[in-house]
Nanobody
Framework: QVQLVESGGGLVQAGGSLRLSCAAS????????MGWFRQAPGKEREFVAAISWRGGRTYYADPVKGRFTISRDNPKNTLYLQMNSLKPEDTAVYYC????????????????WGQGTQVTVSS
């Protein structure tokens, strides 16, 4: 059974930082492309960042470039999203996703999804 469990969300002031984690089980994590997405209240889910199975390729949405960093620790089966210089518009539920065949890109065609972790940025 595939499980993706996000953690690390919370309340932070604008300009602050958070690091999200996504623990994977039930999949051969080291060969899966991983992604982060987010959904703000009243808005559609949107792509944030993706990383290839070895971590050599990454892709970021324009609103987070230069502020967010996606990374992975394959021996620990864990995906990370370091978020710096947070803005109120970053407030959303953040989801991780996994897929065996996708190339890191702004697509939502991932096979597996986590339940999400709330990030709230106050002004």
């Amino acid at each position: 059974q595939v499980q993706l469990v996000e953690s690390g969300g919370g309340l932070v002031q604008a300009g602050g930082s958070l690091r999200l984690s996504c623990a994977a089980s039930g999949v051969p994590f080291s060969i899966y492309t991983m992604g982060w997405f987010r959904q703000a209240p009243g808005k559609e889910r949107e792509f944030v960042a993706a990383i290839s199975w070895r971590g050599g390729r990454t892709y970021y949405a324009d609103p987070v470039k230069g502020r967010f960093t996606i990374s992975r620790d394959n021996p620990k089966n864990t995906l990370y999203l370091q978020m710096n210089s947070l803005k109120p518009e970053d407030t959303a539920v953040y989801y991780c996703a996994a897929d065996k065949y996708l190339y890191p890109s702004p697509t939502e065609k991932y096979d597996y999804w986590g339940q999400g972790t709330q990030v709230t940025v106050s002004s």
